[in-house]
C-alpha cells in the first residue's frame, strides 16, 4: 500500500513553520488527537451543513482504493477532495494549516482569466500569506517574496508559480511522510475498510 514510502522514515521530521509533535505535552497530544478525530467523525458522517459533503442526504465515505492511493504521491492525496480535507485536519493538528490553504489558494488563482480578478485574488493572497505578519504567513525566502511584492501590480497566472512549488515542496519532503505514517492516517485507513469504530465514539 505504500511501497514508494517504504524508504522514508517515519520519525519526525524538522520543519520550521509548524510545531513538531514531541513539543507537545502527552495532555496536548491527547487533545489534538481527539480534535482531529472529532473532525474525521464530521466529515464522514452525514451533515448539509459540511462543504465537504457533496450529498445533503447522503453520508459518505472514502473507499480503502481512495485511501491507498493517498499514500501514493502527494500529488493523489491533494488531487482528491476527501484526501485534501483530511490533510488539512493533520496539518492543522501541527500547527501548519496554513501551508495547503497557500497551495489551494494558488491552485484557485491560477484558474482566474480577467486581469481584474487576478489582481484582486493576488492582493488577497498577498495579504494573508505573504506579507510580513501576515494571519497565515508562510516560509519563504527574501528573493521569491520580493518577487511576489513586485508583480502584485499586474499580476499573471504563474506569479505565484514559485513560491507555490517552495510549499509544496516543504509539504512533500515533511508533512506528507510524517501524514502517512500518522495515526489519524492509520485510522482513516481503519474507517475507510470498516473496520473501525471512529464513528460511533
Not at 450529498?55 to 504521491?73: E, T
Amino acid at each position: 500500500m505504500r511501497e514508494n514510502l517504504s524508504s522514508m522514515s517515519s520519525q519526525n521530521m524538522a520543519l520550521p513553520d509548524c510545531m513538531k509533535p514531541s513539543d507537545l505535552s502527552a495532555e496536548k497530544r491527547g487533545i489534538k488527537r481527539k480534535n482531529w478525530r472529532n473532525r474525521i467523525r464530521f466529515l464522514w458522517t452525514n451533515s448539509s451543513k459540511s462543504i465537504l459533503h457533496p450529498m445533503k442526504n447522503k453520508s459518505y465515505r472514502p473507499s480503502v482504493d481512495d485511501v491507498n492511493q493517498w499514500a501514493q504521491s502527494l500529488d493523489k492525496l491533494l488531487g482528491h477532495k476527501y484526501g485534501k480535507a483530511a490533510f488539512h485536519i493533520f496539518l492543522k493538528s501541527e500547527f501548519c494549516e496554513e501551508n495547503v490553504e497557500f497551495w489551494t489558494a494558488c491552485e484557485n488563482f491560477k484558474s482566474l482569466t480577467s486581469q481584474k480578478a487576478l489582481t484582486s485574488k493576488a492582493n488577497r493572497i498577498y495579504e494573508e500569506f505573504i506579507k510580513s505578519e501576515a494571519p497565515k504567513e508562510i516560509n519563504l525566502d527574501f528573493n521569491t517574496r520580493n518577487a511576489i511584492e513586485q508583480c502584485l501590480h499586474a499580476p499573471t497566472a504563474t506569479s505565484f508559480h514559485a513560491a507555490q512549488k517552495k510549499v509544496y515542496s516543504l509539504m512533500e519532503n515533511n508533512s506528507y511522510p510524517r501524514f502517512i505514517h500518522s495515526d489519524l492516517y492509520k485510522e482513516l485507513c481503519a474507517v475507510a475498510s470498516g473496520n473501525s469504530k471512529l464513528i460511533k465514539c
